[in-house]
C-alpha cells in the first residue's frame, strides 16, 4: 500500500509541476501543403549520374612520388568513357592530372595517375579531390 500512495503523490505532485508549463498540448504550426516549385524549376529531383568515383586511395610509388588509384563505376545501360580527374593540393598550390577509361555497363573500372610530387610532400598537409565525368 505504501508504494502505490507514493506513486499516487508522484503523479498528482508531477502534474502540478507542469500545470503552469503547459495550457494545452502544442498544435502543428508551418503551412498544411507543401509550396509551390520555383519559376521555371522541376520538383522531380535531378537525374543520378550514370558514372561515379566508387573508390581512391593513394600511395608512394616505386621512385617515391605520389601514385593516386581507384575505381570508376558505370550505374547505367551502356559503355561510357570516363575522365577521372585527380587534384593535389600541396602547399597551397593545386597539381591537375586526368586519365580516361572506358566503363562497361553495370560495371567498374580501375584507374591510376602518378604526380611529379614526392608523396613525403604531400603527405605532410595535402589533400586530394577525385571528379568523374
Known amino acids: 500500500m505504501e508504494r502505490r500512495t507514493a506513486l499516487r503523490l508522484a503523479v498528482v505532485s508531477g502534474a502540478a509541476l ?66 577521372v580527374t585527380v587534384t593535389a593540393r600541396i602547399d597551397g598550390e593545386s597539381v591537375v592530372r586526368e586519365t580516361s577509361l572506358a566503363v562497361e555497363p553495370d560495371g567498374t573500372a580501375e584507374w591510376s595517375v602518378a604526380f611529379e610530387t614526392a608523396y613525403e610532400e604531400f603527405a605532410s598537409g595535402g589533400t586530394i579531390s577525385v571528379d568523374v565525368e
Open 18 to 83: 507542469l500545470g503552469g508549463c503547459l495550457e494545452s498540448w502544442p498544435s502543428a504550426t508551418g503551412p498544411r501543403n507543401p509550396p509551390d516549385a520555383p519559376a521555371g524549376q522541376s520538383r522531380q529531383p535531378p537525374e543520378q549520374a550514370d558514372l561515379v568515383v566508387g573508390t581512391f586511395d593513394f600511395e608512394a610509388d616505386d621512385q617515391g612520388a605520389l601514385r593516386v588509384f581507384g575505381t570508376v563505376e558505370n550505374r547505367g545501360d551502356a559503355q561510357r568513357t570516363a575522365t
